[in-house]
């Protein structure tokens, strides 16, 4: 299967939210479910003011720490994407403390999140957020095009904004979301350099094989597996906080 | 085997239903092999649940009107799209029109006609049937017209069916006194100016020839919160190509902040900048001298009166940095002629803006913008015959952005029985589409004469018409008062009669003709049956006149019969039109080439006039003059509206997908303002205006985005109905607040941001 990947040009986006709503009824999520939030972001003072909007949705990275921590495969890579089969998961809510993007939710006590509308795609179609953006600042398809049109695409805004570059080609290990940014992450709410390794190699190499034992239980006995599971990972938590202070210490 | 065929032309039937015309994946033809209907205890996506019916059809969540295919699997509807063959919304829809599923299965809708019980305005109605509610109406009708004439009746419309009544029924019932908030509540102004300077109207679609253009100059306008979906898009496409951007705005909008200079200006100042502009286009010599010389009249007078007009004349009175304004000009002029200043929509605002936008086309007409490649094109309207039927009671639509471009004659219509408009058309105000909030007036003076009763067909007639108060008290001197709605707004309580519509995705309409660079025709076809008893416009209309005596007009019986004898004459036919998606495009005449040397500008010099002289011989400036509006006063601030982008008008405020989007609005408040005061981001306040009109209570939105001497909020919020269960008491009303405004003296518009609001910390 071929690698893809989104386009996200937050230089473009103009935070219409067309790409909320066409994926809240495409997909038919329930209310209070959004798979994309556009937050309105304002710097400097008046009348010296720059500003945008941050497009919060899954990043579909790489190595994605949900994916990672899932005990149940519910969470899977596929194409490049993160992909989720809700039928599987547990309700564990690993994934939900794991994503450095803040990005599953529990929805009726299953995870919930972007699944890169892989039945759209796999019928010929395109993701609704993108086929109905307006502004032309989401694209979807093979990553390797992608990266090129985001490449690009930076170079044409250069002079409006010396400082735009890529981000995701390489960020936590690459991301399935190609952003086109005018600014520095830091400044677009974004982190210059996310964490994920650490915080994913922590967990399958000290923590998870700890409790592993309890945790395969979980994939056979879906309805118990929640709770035990749940109880599991707040120990897991613990362990995860004293090996971060090791880290940061260490540091 | 049986399986397998079935496999494929399931997906094929999926790639014409889901294909869309944007993204790598399906441009790039990139085959991902098919996965079957995920299988298990979740339910399958819709569009595996049957076969996807797609329907061609006219977007209404906000009056741009994009083309669309709506998909319905048996009887429901799960999703629109863009219909990738419309000019206007070329695949891709915003997100109100991604809302239109849900407004159709909003839970509080109409559902049956009603006939009062109670008082009027207290909301008591027994449901009952089309025939005895219809019957009520058209007995009450014919009494009226016996006993005052026909022209006692008042129509106003708004949304796409408007057309039925405030059109083809106001005429052949024969009242002139039918008119739309997209008038005189939005684009009056606008239009006028243009019929003034250019000899023809703007036109719904601004006619911006956007893939040339290389300067955009904004005054006032939100793209991107204002999300019609296709300026969006011409804009995103324009700005990736490095046009250059400056936006004039008192609040740094989404647009401003795309923006290469945004010039935070004093609201009610606008004038002066565009006199400043002028000053420094001539003072400098950069303007287009060449199509000055060849297609302007009155270019010397104008030079005069600007002489003295500089920048540092309009600093300080815009509270704008001279530079800045010099440096504008300079910026727009290095682009021409692929330079302007967009002309917006809504534009009533001080009262003076007939003027103000004529300043604005002067500006435009310096850049040399009109008919040249990458400036305005020249629309024009598609060919197509309107319905045979006999001659109209009262001839000349009640305008508003649907109409026709017509030439405004000298004489006003009369209506059978001798009686013009009663809006004060040449007595109040110039010219221009009937006015809406000037009909008021005479439903509680009689002057004129008196209107006894009003049909109102899709106007949010509270949440609309400035003067909330004066409204009410109208309201409760109608002999008739009959509301045709989809959801109970405010004003269904004040009717007699309430007749419940089907939504577009329910019925068919009018065709939709654009005037446009390449002029076309859309159809509207339903996608489902209508909602309970709910009932098509056209329907209505039909009947009411079979009852009313106007059997003459109403010789189609459908809807299809009609459409189809309108496209016959340009040998199409709703048959053939499924066939072309829904849309009939036909050529232009976008450019001077296209005119052959005769001229496109319509005006009696046949050039665009600078100087009027038909506003001289009206008392009125013949070159627009800077007339300052009133300031707030101490502790008050100029209440600004506008749109959010999941929004429209009072429209879509309860409609479950898009209220979950914005529940409620915010009053946009300087950030300094809010630490002065004491007062912090989210508190909840209400508003008291110069009159003491009270709303909210409202959640302060404290920011760097806005003066400090005006506060924002998003039109349609603060709604006084519990049965719009959603919508009901959530933000604050800015119509509420607006109990005065000015009337612009020569297009009619009703000037609106000249109302200040105070906060109070308690109701
Ligand atoms: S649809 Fe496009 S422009 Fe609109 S908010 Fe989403 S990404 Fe931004
Ligand atoms: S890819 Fe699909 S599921 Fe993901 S945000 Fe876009 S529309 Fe929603
Ligand atoms: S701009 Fe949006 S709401 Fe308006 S017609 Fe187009 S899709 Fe519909």
Redesign the interface.
Known sequence: MATNAFLLDISRCIGCQACTAACKTGNELPAGTQFIQLIEQTRGTFPNLEGGFQNHRCYHCTDAACVSVCPTGALFKEGGMTRLNRDVCSGCQYCTDACPFDVPQMVDGRCSKCDACADVVAAGGTPWCVRTCPSDALRFGDRQEILAEAQSRVAAIKERYPKARVYGETEAGGLGVIMVLPDDPEVLDLPANPQVPLLVNTWQKVVQPATMGLTGLSILVTGVAAVIARRNHMQELKLLHKEEAKADESK | MGKVQLQISR?TF??S????????????G?A????A??E???EP????RGQIKTTYSVCDMCPWRCGITVQSVGDRV?????NPADPKSR?????????G??FMYDPDRLRSPMLRTGERGEGKFQEVTWPEALDAMAEKLLAIKEQYGPESVAVFGHTSGEFWFADYFAQAWGTPNAAKPSSSLCTSPREEASNLTLGFPVGGHEPVDWEGLRCLTLIGSH??ED?R??V??D???A??R?AKVIVVDPR?S??A??A?Y?L?IKPGTDTALLLAWINVLIAEKRYDADYIAEWADGFDKLAAHVADLTPEWAAAITELDPELIRTTARVMADSLPQSLIMPGRHVTWYGNDTQRMRAAYTVNALLGAYGREGGFYFNKSPYIEAYPHPPFAVAGSAGGCSAEPGAESAELPVGPSGKARADGARTKFLRGATAMQELIEPMITGEPYPIKALIVYGTNLLNTVPDVPRTIEALKNLDLVVAIDVLPMEHVAWADIVLPEATVLERYDELWTVAHKTPYIALREPAVEPYADTKPAWWMARELGMRVGLENYFKWETAEEYINTRLQTIGSSIEKMREEKGIIVQKGKPYFADFKGSSPFLTKTGKIELYSDELALAGQDPIPVYTPTEDPPDGFFRLLYGRH??HTFAKTQNT???H??YPENELWI???IVAAQGMKDGDRVWLENQDGARSGPVKLKA??????DAVFMAHGFGRNEPALTLANGKGANDAQLQTRYILDPISGGAGMRVNFVRIVKEA
């Open positions: 997906r999926l790639k239903a889901l294909a869309g015309s944007a993204g790598l994946a399906v441009a790039g990139h991902i092999p098919a996965v209907a995920p298990g205890s979740a996506p819709w569009f595996y799960y999703k629109i799209d863009g695949g891709m829809l915003c997100a109100r029109g991604q809302g599923v849900s793209i991107g999300s979906n296709t969006m898009q804009f995103a496409k700005w990736g490095g740094f989404s647009v902040a795309k290469d945004w935070p982008p999941v479950p997908l898009l979950e989007l300087n950030a300094g920011t760097e985005r806005i003066r400090p």
